[in-house]
């Protein structure tokens, strides 16, 4: 492993149990932070309604943490907007925020637009298909930020079970986070390897520097961040946390294709260009005792064309 992951990961990573919300009130109180959660939703009119009243009821009401929830509607053309507004959100559309510059498609415009629809100097975006969802994913992702000023942004990282029809793999979930996201990160952003949950869609961050960076419009919008944040900022200054398990709503086959085509376009249009891939892959596996990571050599070496070397043996005399 390189040794800037290594040192990343020893101080970087966090657990969500090492903060109470009480005690993160008192230090938001001190620094005079304020706090906005986002949610944003296409369709989710199942699972929105659980996640907004939890956070009122626990992060707002017993806890004056939180200090709005908006629900950023991208279009759904279920009871979403109903359902999360009963629940206790502000909920806006999508396409009456900034109407001037337009609607495109896709999650990442839905995150982009929240932070012209909310005020809090803090943002948590905390997507809206969670199965059981626990107020602590709100608590976790702040704990670093209103505890260690050197840290800007923090990642969400969990295990993911899989849900079939069959029954649950434990960590079979995160099918793209582990076919597309994590390999392009460490051959070409091989300092982002240690984020073991590139993809999640929890994630708190100072609007100061969210809104010096671009965001994809699509499912690209968290491999951008985390690209554009380490470059802004440095490695330093992203950290995350561990919050246990997370189920959501899986997609299909197809649908994944399109996320990871979105993905891929996103890496490709960053990539710095030049110079080899790297060749080690870090992958991360939930033992008895924690997280533990296993390195893997996924380099290829490139043999010539068999006629190239028939014919150069030939030139010797030593083609057999
Ligand atoms: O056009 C869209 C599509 C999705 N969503 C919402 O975005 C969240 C995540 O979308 P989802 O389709 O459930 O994504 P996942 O299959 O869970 O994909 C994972 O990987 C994606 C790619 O990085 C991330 O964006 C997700 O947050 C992450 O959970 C959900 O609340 C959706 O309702 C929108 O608001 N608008
Ligand atoms: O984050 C991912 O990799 C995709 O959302 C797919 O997740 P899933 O395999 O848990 O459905």
């Known amino acids: 492993m390189r040794p800037d992951v290594r040192r990343w990961l020893r101080s970087r990573t966090f657990t969500a149990e090492t903060w109470q919300a009480a005690d993160l009130v008192t230090a938001k109180g001190t620094r005079g932070s304020t706090v906005s959660v986002v949610l944003p939703a296409l369709d989710e009119e199942r699972t929105v309604g659980a996640i907004v009243e939890t956070i009122r009821r626990d992060l707002v009401e017993a806890c004056p943490l939180v200090d709005e929830i908006v629900v950023v509607d991208s279009g759904s053309s279920d009871r979403t907007a109903e359902v999360a507004a009963a629940a206790g959100a502000r909920v ?25 629809a909310t ?11 969670l199965v059981d969802f626990d107020p602590r994913f709100v608590v976790g992702l702040l704990g670093p930020l209103l505890t260690d000023p050197t840290i800007g942004y923090v990642k969400a990282l969990y ?3 899989l849900t079939t029809t069959d029954g649950i793999v434990p960590s079979g979930g995160g099918r793209v986070t582990e076919l597309v996201a994590r390999p392009l990160l460490n051959a070409f952003w091989p300092e982002l390897a240690g984020f073991v949950q590139p993809l999640s869609g929890e994630y708190a961050g ?10 994809v419009s699509g ?14 900022a440095g490695l330093d200054a992203l950290a995350q946390v561990d919050l246990g398990t997370r189920k959501h709503t899986h997609q299909a086959d197809a649908a994944l294709g399109r996320m990871a085509g979105q993905i891929l376009q996103t890496a490709l249009a960053r990539w710095p260009g030049g110079g080899r891939p790297e060749s080690e892959l870090l992958q ?22 068999m006629r190239a070397v028939r014919a150069a043996d030939r030139r010797r005399g030593t083609w057999a």
Do not use: N
Request: zero cysteines; hydrophobic letters at 40%; glycine letters at 10%.
């Open 119 to 129: 005020t809090g100097e803090l943002i948590v975006f905390v997507d809206s298909d």
């Open 159 to 161: 295990d993911r079970p």
């Open 219 to 232: 499912y690209g919008v968290e491999l951008g961040l985390l690209v554009d944040l380490v470059a802004l």
């Open 206 to 215: 100072r609007r100061e520097l969210l809104e010096q960076v671009p965001f």
């Open 284 to 305: 991360f596996l939930r033992t008895a005792d924690g997280l533990e990571s296993v390195t893997w050599d996924v380099g290829v070496v490139e043999r010539p064309p």
């Open 92 to 116: 806006v559309s999508v396409d009456d925020v900034l109407p001037r510059h337009g609607s495109r498609p896709g999650k990442g415009e839905a995150l982009w637009k929240s932070l012209h």
